[in-house]
């Protein structure tokens, strides 16, 4: 897939007044500093695309972006970040929540996952919470640059064998990097392969 258009639409304090639309939205979330602007921007190669969601605030909303006119980015709030106040928190989990579990528009959720550190114990519940909500989702190792091949490939298969002691099947995954665009194509003909299975019903 190749993107020949990608813009900024909205942002949204509440889950409820997103786009009124039918088109499909593959929404990025993430713990804080994951690189998820970053790996918007390299998707899109856009590259202030999502800063515009990064103004003062707006870390803390809904961000949608029209792709191509046919499909939706969408960035979701980051969590566990730790000096958010315990309100602060709470809103930004009714927020997300409220998204994934209602917005009948979301087509895959992909979950960003720093491939530089061990596995956290928020992202696992938070992928535990997924599985039992019936949330199709996906994962993306973030950062790939900045490890050597084989401590890269150790990390992953680390994630992946901590995953397999909860999970029958594991969900799809990435291999990414903002900085050299490892993981692009794939991460795109994924997002093509279910518009077209959509578009097939």
């Known amino acids: 897939m190749e993107i020949l258009s990608a813009e900024f639409v909205i942002s949204n304090a509440e889950a409820s007044k997103c786009p009124d639309s039918k088109l499909p939205e593959y929404a990025f979330i993430g713990r804080s500093n ?9 998707l899109t190669k856009r590259k202030g695309l999502a800063m515009t969601s990064a103004t003062p605030g707006k870390t803390m909303l809904i961000n949608h972006f029209i792709i191509n006119e046919n499909w939706y980015i969408v960035d979701l709030p ?10 602060g928190q ?6 997300i929540e409220d998204y994934i579990l209602e917005r009948e528009q979301m087509t895959n959720l992909f979950l960003l996952i720093d491939s530089r550190l061990e596995p956290q114990k928020i992202d696992m519940e938070f992928m535990e919470w997924l599985g039992e909500s019936g949330i199709p989702f996906s ?13 890269l490939k150790d990390n992953i298969n680390r994630y992946l ?34 518009n077209n ?4 019903k």
Do not use: C, H
């Open 34 to 42: 994951v690189g998820k602007s970053s790996l918007i921007n390299m």
């Open 78 to 87: 980051g969590y566990g970040y730790a000096r958010r106040g315990k309100a």
């Open 90 to 95: 709470e809103g930004l989990r009714t927020l």
């Open 139 to 151: 994962i993306i190792f973030t950062k790939a640059d900045k490890l050597t091949s084989g401590k």
């Open 161 to 194: 064998r901590k995953l397999r002691e909860e999970w029958e099947e594991l969900p799809p995954y990435f291999v990414t990097s903002a900085e050299n665009k490892l993981g692009r194509m794939e991460v795109l003909d994924y997002i093509e392969n279910i």
């Open 197 to 200: 299975s959509l578009n097939q």
